[in-house]
């Protein structure tokens, strides 16, 4: 089966960090292009990074670019995002997405981590 | 703000079509394949519609997809309860360098 589970969310102060993963199953992992998508309480979809297969490189929207960092490693078959300089708007439920069966939409999503920043 | 345009709420009865609409530019909709998400309260969203028209593997017909220049729409027809839930257009931005997603609509089942 075909799946991504993230974990490492929960509660930082704001100006702290954090780092989420996303392990993946059910599929090669390291053909495969993967993002992270947030959702803030009550509020869209928004997506937040991108990695290429081999990891050379990324893309980053506007909202997180110098505070975050995606990565991956291939060998675990895993997914990350390291988190830093939090700001209460970061506060979401992050999600690992993957094109697997689709040129470029995400037909695997995680189940999700919920990240809360907070004093 | 988002990228992408969508109207807030649609709503319709039962057994009825409803067309959802989703409005960009050149530099995403307009260059690039739209995919449609649907979320159900409390999950993570599902892939309705890739490449602007083609279904996943177990989304029936009833869900189809369309783009014409810088817009695309979703149409459901059938309603049921079921498909209340929150629908989600998105696609990669070539100026931009990053994913966009609309705003969302909200489908409310009467």
């Known amino acids: 089966e075909v799946q991504l589970v993230e974990s490492g969310g929960g509660l930082v102060q704001p100006g702290g960090s954090r780092r989420l993963s996303c392990a993946a199953s059910?599929?090669?992992?390291?053909?495969?292009?993967m993002n992270w998508v947030r959702q803030a309480p009550g509020k869209g979809l928004e997506w937040v990074s991108y990695?290429?297969?081999?990891?050379?490189?990324?893309h980053y929207s506007d909202s997180v670019k110098g505070r975050f960092t995606i990565s991956r490693d291939n060998a675990k078959s895993s997914l990350y995002l390291q988190m830093s300089s939090l700001r209460a708007e970061d506060t979401a439920v992050y999600y690992c997405?993957?094109?697997?069966?689709?040129?470029?939409?995400?037909?695997?999503w995680g189940q999700g981590t919920l990240v809360t920043v907070s004093s | 703000q988002s990228v992408l345009t969508q109207s807030p709420s649609v709503s319709a009865a039962p057994g009825q079509k409803v067309t959802i609409s989703c409005s960009g530019s050149?530099?995403?909709?307009?260059?690039?394949?739209v995919s449609w998400y649907q979320q159900l309260p409390g999950t993570a969203p599902k892939l309705l519609i890739y490449?602007?028209?083609k279904r996943p593997s177990g989304i029936p017909d009833r869900f189809s997809g369309s783009k014409s220049g810088t817009s695309a729409t979703l149409d459901i027809t059938g309603l049921q309860t079921g498909d209340e839930a929150d629908y989600y257009c998105?696609?990669?931005?070539?100026?931009?360098?990053?994913?966009?997603f609309g705003g969302g609509t909200k489908l409310t089942v009467l």
């Open positions: 490449d602007n028209h």
């Open positions: 050149s530099s995403n909709i307009g260059n690039n394949y």
């Open positions: 997405a993957a094109a697997v069966t689709t040129y470029d939409a995400f037909d695997v």
């Open positions: 059910g599929f090669p992992f390291s053909s495969y292009e």
């Open positions: 990695i290429s297969s081999s990891g050379n490189y990324q």
């Open positions: 998105g696609t990669w931005d070539s100026s931009l360098r990053a994913g966009v």
